[in-house]
């Protein structure tokens, strides 16, 4: 039977142990799989605040001392959900099959809707720049520029849509990601163009002929996950056939007042 070949709890570890890796947009961003809530739960996320430059001290004088100030932000849990059906006949014919199948396509889906929610994150930032024509080489630079970094070792990533791929890759000045090893700060980007890895997704929106495209520090982004992903089955005896649904608390949010750049790149 359909629900005898499917371990639920399994099958929710193994789902939840892939999933940070499958995420578009972990590249940028802090990921804890440890979290415990549930949907609409108000939880605190914390961050430091910068003690300030050292400064000069005299023979004999105390050492200047500063708190150590922790700032939080409320934020609210959701809940991300998806299932499909298998009929005892699907089981029969292609056995642990459709357990790949099924385990590839919920992973899919959850990463999916989280992945949506941290495009929208980077995109609420107050940063922006705008640019006519298509995404150049100094658009990124000036769009990098604004995050006013003195680290000349970080890394950022600006995500495309896959239709500005072509444009991206003819770039003078493009770099292969075959070129660039483990430089790379996402996996998966194409490249890199003006100082950040290029990485093409859907979830960048298009509306009308502007393109919302986003450049993103490291660790611009918090998400908390699960350690694993609730799967339930249904049986329906009557049709013979069972279904599977999977859910996961989750929260994304921006984790840097100042971690994304918002770029809105206007096509004739």
């Given at each position: 039977?359909?629900?005898?070949?499917?371990?639920?709890?399994?099958l929710?570890?193994?789902?939840?142990?892939e999933?940070?890796?499958?995420?578009?947009?972990?590249?940028?961003?802090?990921?804890?799989n440890?979290?415990?809530g549930?949907?609409?739960?108000?939880?605190?996320?914390?961050?430091?605040?910068?003690?300030?430059?050292?400064?000069?001290?005299?023979?004999?004088?105390?050492?200047?001392?500063?708190?150590?100030?922790?700032?939080?932000?409320?934020?609210?849990?959701?809940?991300?959900?998806?299932?499909?059906?298998?009929?005892?006949?699907?089981?029969?014919?292609?056995?642990?099959e459709?357990?790949?199948?099924?385990?590839?396509?919920?992973?899919?889906?959850?990463?999916?809707?989280?992945?949506?929610?941290?495009?929208?994150?980077?995109?609420?930032?107050?940063?922006?720049?705008?640019?006519?024509?298509?995404?150049?080489?100094?658009?990124?630079?000036?769009?990098?520029?604004?995050f006013?970094?003195?680290?000349?070792?970080e890394?950022?990533?600006?995500?495309?849509?896959?239709?500005?791929?072509?444009?991206?890759?003819?770039?003078q000045?493009?770099?292969?990601?075959?070129?660039?090893?483990?430089?790379?700060?996402?996996?998966?980007?194409?490249?890199?163009?003006g100082?950040a890895?290029?990485?093409?997704?859907?979830?960048?929106?298009?509306?009308?002929?502007?393109?919302?495209?986003?450049?993103?520090?490291e660790?611009?982004l918090?998400?908390?996950?699960?350690?694993?992903?609730g799967?339930e089955?249904?049986?329906?005896?009557?049709?013979?056939?069972?279904a599977?649904?999977?859910?996961?608390?989750y929260?994304?949010?921006?984790?840097?007042?100042?971690?994304?750049?918002?770029?809105?790149?206007?096509?004739?």
């Open positions: 039977m359909a629900n005898q070949l499917i371990n639920n709890v399994v929710g570890e193994v789902i939840g142990a999933l940070p890796s499958k995420l578009k947009f972990g590249g940028v961003a802090t990921v804890d440890t979290l415990v549930q949907a609409g739960d108000t939880i605190k996320v914390e961050k430091y605040t910068y003690i300030g430059e050292a400064e000069n001290v005299s023979e004999g004088s105390p050492i200047p001392t500063a708190d150590l100030v922790m700032t939080s932000q409320s934020v609210t849990l959701s809940k991300a959900g998806k299932g499909f059906e298998l009929t005892d006949e699907d089981v029969q014919r292609r056995g642990n459709v357990v790949n199948e099924g385990k590839r396509q919920l992973t899919m889906s959850i990463s999916d809707k989280i992945d949506t929610d941290s495009y929208t994150s980077l995109k609420s930032t107050k940063l922006k720049h705008t640019c006519a024509g298509k995404l150049t080489f100094q658009d990124i630079v000036r769009a990098i520029a604004l006013e970094s003195e680290d000349d070792n890394k950022f990533a600006l995500y495309i849509h896959p239709n500005q791929e072509a444009d991206i890759i003819l770039t000045d493009f770099i292969p990601a075959s070129n660039l090893g483990d430089q790379i700060l996402v996996n998966g980007a194409i490249g890199r163009l100082g890895d290029v990485v093409k997704t859907k979830k960048v929106k298009k509306v009308a002929n502007k393109y919302h495209n986003v450049v993103a520090r660790r611009a918090g998400i908390k996950l699960g350690k694993s992903v799967i089955d249904e049986r329906d005896a009557k049709h013979q056939k069972t599977y649904y999977g859910s996961e608390v929260v994304v949010y921006l984790a840097k007042d100042n971690g994304a750049v918002e770029v809105v790149t206007t096509e004739a």
